[in-house]
């Protein structure tokens, strides 16, 4: 009934015209955060928003970080420290682009995607820290005395050949900086893990590079062929600086920068890095697997130390002219009556 008021315990409920005249009710509306937020809520979203990101654009943004970066993002939280160590998560792709190629000997031989218990970050801190290093008896990254005469120290790392063919464009460097030489040292890389008798050593001073096969164990017996492909050092001088071994798409190559005022002119090779370019193949090798070492020739002090396992050279090398035809090489032939000073 018009006019009447409305009875007692009645609700009014509020009303409003919108443009056309009709009428709208109005419900009220919480206000937000009116009840305490649980103190895990915010890190529950935080956590399912980065889980999104996971299946894609997570992994391409880590793409861009090194390993110290990648590193503070295991300390954020518990997610993030999970998914940088997946399969094909960040901490594997880095060690899979650093150790291609490469297996380390930690009582066997031992290749990166053969985690076994290790976490990938984990793996790809032992192999940064064993790559670098020498078998025994030596131990370390460095050598600093050499107590018998033709000591041969090999590198706790191993080349794959086979498995670097899957990849031509990848190769693996190493470099070795001597400080100080008592007599004569080489940098070699030989099959004898696979039952060869078989190296291509680089002689530092001499700018020689040596393709040799071991004939006869006792008494020894080494046959082969030998080139000079850098300008050898001047007389009674002794090579400190670096070398480096390089081997990439079947090829081995390898370098030399001699320490400042060191060479056969100091205006020419001084703090300049020289390359034999790549200068032979790998038929010489039985089987895939590579060792890399350092032979020296008397005893005494020395001091020679891996400061590089990576998979960039100083300069990339061009194959040399020279090493690729055959009759530049000279034959070569030495035995215990007539040790080798190539």
């Not at 315990?9 to 009428?23: A, N, V, Y």
Request: proline content about 7%; some cysteine.
């Amino acid at each position: 009934m018009t006019g009447s008021r409305p009875s007692q315990g009645s609700k009014r409920r509020r009303q409003s015209l919108t443009s056309s005249g009709r009428k709208v009710q109005r419900r009220a509306i919480a206000a937000p955060f009116s009840r305490p937020c649980p103190a895990d809520a915010v890190e529950r979203g935080a956590a399912f928003q980065l889980a999104a990101l996971a299946c894609g654009p997570y992994h391409e943004i880590t793409s861009f970080l090194d390993t110290r970066s990648l590193g503070q993002t295991d300390k954020t939280c518990r997610f993030l420290r999970r998914q940088n160590n997946m399969m094909n998560g960040p901490w594997h792709n880095i060690g899979e682009r650093a150790f291609y190629g490469m297996e380390i000997d930690e009582g066997g031989f031992s290749l990166f995607e053969a985690c076994g218990p290790d976490s990938w970050k984990a793996r790809c801190e032992k192999f940064r820290k064993i790559t670098p290093t020498f078998s025994p008896p030596f131990s370390g990254s460095q050598i600093v005395n050499v107590d018998s005469p033709d000591e041969v120290a090999y590198c706790r790392c191993r080349l794959r050949s086979d498995i670097l063919a899957k990849n031509p464009n990848i190769g693996v460097y190493v470099e070795v900086e001597v400080r100080s030489n008592a007599d004569n040292l080489s940098l070699a890389v030989v099959d004898f893990e696979n039952g060869g008798r078989s190296s291509v050593t680089f002689s530092p001073e001499t700018g020689a590079v040596l393709r040799e096969r071991k004939v006869r164990e006792s008494p020894r017996a080494i046959e082969g062929t030998y080139i000079h492909l850098l300008p050898p050092a001047p007389p009674q001088r002794r090579f400190e600086g670096a070398m480096g071994l390089y081997l990439q798409g079947g090829q081995l190559a390898f370098f030399r920068q001699w320490r400042s005022g060191g060479g056969a002119s100091d205006e020419a090779t001084s703090q300049k890095w020289e390359t034999t370019g790549f200068c032979t193949d790998l038929r010489w090798a039985q089987g895939p697997r590579l060792s890399l070492c350092l032979a020296f020739r008397d005893v005494g002090a020395y001091h020679a130390l891996i400061t590089q396992v990576n998979n960039t050279p100083p300069i990339q090398p061009s194959p040399s002219a020279d090493a690729y035809e055959e009759s530049k090489w000279s034959l070569l032939y030495g035995d215990d009556d007539h040790p080798l000073a190539i």
